[in-house]
């Protein structure tokens, strides 16, 4: 037998049936139903298990708890607010390549986080480069 939320494999009904009763079995089938709320999107993988993917960070886990436990991780809200702050979509590998850095494309910098990111967009010297830009088109 086979709990595809939980990902496990069981050798007889009994241990199956246990586990169907069991707090980790009701916990997993609530992150379930969460997590499609929260837009994971399951797949089927090779053993025809529940594979999630964070489209977010581009990663996938073998069950609901090691997602749900992504989602809440800080490494996930830092590239979910990075992705926010510089207001574009891009790659997590993008995201990675620069962790925790804020990238300015017009002037070419990095900031090390959403205040100063904020304060460079606010600059004399960002501004003067977006009239220039604007100027060429």
Avoid: W
């Avoid at 595809?4 to 992150?31: D, L």
């Amino acid at each position: 037998s086979i709990c595809k939320v939980c990902n496990m494999e069981f050798n007889g009904p009994e241990p199956y049936k246990q586990h169907m009763a069991s707090a980790r079995h009701h916990r997993n089938t609530s992150a379930v139903s969460k997590n499609s709320e929260l837009g994971a999107k399951p797949k089927v993988g090779e053993q025809l298990n529940n594979v999630f993917k964070c489209n977010t960070c581009d990663k996938t886990f073998n069950g609901p708890l090691p997602y749900n436990e992504h989602l809440r991780s800080k490494a996930h809200k830092r590239t979910e607010h990075a992705i926010k702050v510089m207001n574009v979509k891009v790659k997590n590998t993008d995201i990675v390549e620069h962790f925790g850095q804020y990238f300015c494309d017009l002037c070419n910098i990095y900031c090390n986080g959403a205040v100063p990111y904020e304060q460079h967009q606010n600059s004399k010297a960002h501004r003067n480069k977006l009239t220039q830009r604007e100027a060429k088109y």
